[in-house]
T-cell receptor, first 118, second 112 residues
């Protein structure tokens, strides 16, 4: 089974702090994604990456950056956390199934990190 | 990007079929229709996807209208474990990207 893990389930940070959210997947997937989920707004894409060191902006990249130095790890960085970044953050991956060799658009999600910025 | 419209919430009795509708009137010919669901305190999980023909898998069936402007996710016998938020998503197969546009989904409540 594909496993996507996120470094923390709950995180509390202060305004202005630099925050790192880590995501690791164990299926050798090429593509990785960061979303945030807010009540009434559904999931919104922040950034995604389709290869190591490659990144593309999603729909709401402002205030965030990302890093993908290794294929299995995709980090979301809040350079200076603000209260409006209090949210649930979800990481996902997709790619070629290593058993079948078939590329799939199915995204596998981690359990999420609930970040509170005070 | 094409958008989807879903009812905010629906209720179903346990062991009865559930039909979850989705409107996507601006769908293009190359957009795939994906369905995901999110159980409480979990990330979303894949349910099913299709392009033009109806699709079945062990979790559900997907019925796609002939004009593709709407689709319906069918759970044949709802169980309490099916209580979740169900998302209908369009994916552009020609854009070369792998991103989805999620809507706000339908919260399904299953009554015992």
């Amino acid at each position: 089974d594909v496993k996507v893990t996120q470094s923390s389930r709950y995180l509390v940070k202060r305004t202005g702090e630099k925050v790192f959210l880590e995501c690791v997947q164990d299926m050798d997937h090429e593509n990785m994604f960061w979303y945030r989920q807010d009540p009434g707004l559904g999931l919104r894409l922040i950034y995604f990456s389709y290869d190591v060191k490659m990144k593309e902006k999603g729909d709401i990249p402002e205030g965030y950056s990302v890093s993908r130095e290794k294929k299995e790890r995709f980090s979301l960085i809040l350079e200076s956390a603000s209260t409006n970044q209090t949210s649930m953050y979800l990481c996902a991956s997709s790619g070629t199934n290593f058993e079948t060799g078939v590329s799939s658009y199915e995204q596998y999600f981690g359990p999420g990190t609930r970040l509170t910025v005070t | 990007d094409a958008k989807t419209t879903q009812p905010n919430s629906m209720e179903s009795n346990e062991e009865e079929p559930v039909h979850l509708p989705c409107n996507h009137s601006t769908i293009s010919g190359t957009d795939y229709i994906h369905w995901y669901r999110q159980l409480p305190s979990q990330g979303p999980e894949y349910v099913i996807h299709g392009l033009t023909s109806n699709v079945n898998n062990r979790m559900a069936s997907l019925a796609i209208a002939e004009d593709r402007k709407s689709s319906t996710l069918i759970l044949h016998r709802a169980t309490l474990r099916d209580a979740a938020v169900y998302y209908c998503i369009l994916r552009d197969s020609t854009s070369g990207t792998y991103k989805y546009i999620f809507g706000t989904g339908t919260r399904l409540k299953v009554l015992a």
